[in-house]
């Protein structure tokens, strides 16, 4: 009994999370400002990230959740740390700007 809820137990795990997998698009690749192609950024698979915003940046990415993200950059003369949304489709993300609280759309290149 216990060998084959074992195997039922990691089958049904299994399914679960391939249904779960694929369903989110990634932040992953590179991302172009719409109002400013001259603005870009990159995000790698383990959350860093590299940006040109003017001057160039560093920094990491967190999964929020439900497509959300934070982005903490290290721009040398100031830090930012701004919210993000990454569409359902995972073309646009929508970046709130925390000075100024107006939104930034990002292309995926």
């Given at each position: 009994m216990i060998k084959r809820w074992g195997s039922a137990g990691l089958a049904l795990a299994l399914a679960l999370l391939a249904a779960g997998c694929g369903d989110d698009p990634s932040l992953t690749g590179t991302w172009i400002m719409a109002d400013n192609?001259?603005?870009?950024?990159?995000?790698?698979d383990d959350g860093s990230v590299s940006a040109n915003i003017d001057v160039p940046c560093t920094g990491t990415t967190k999964d929020q959740g439900d497509r959300e993200y934070r982005l903490e950059l290290d721009c040398g003369i100031t830090k930012i740390s701004a919210d993000g949304v990454l569409s359902t489709?995972?073309?646009?993300?929508?970046?709130?700007?925390?000075?100024?609280?107006?939104?930034?759309?990002?292309?995926?290149?």
């Open positions: 192609q001259s603005r870009t950024m990159t995000v790698r489709d995972g073309s646009t993300l929508t970046v709130k700007d925390p000075s100024t609280g107006q939104d930034a759309v990002w292309n995926r290149k």
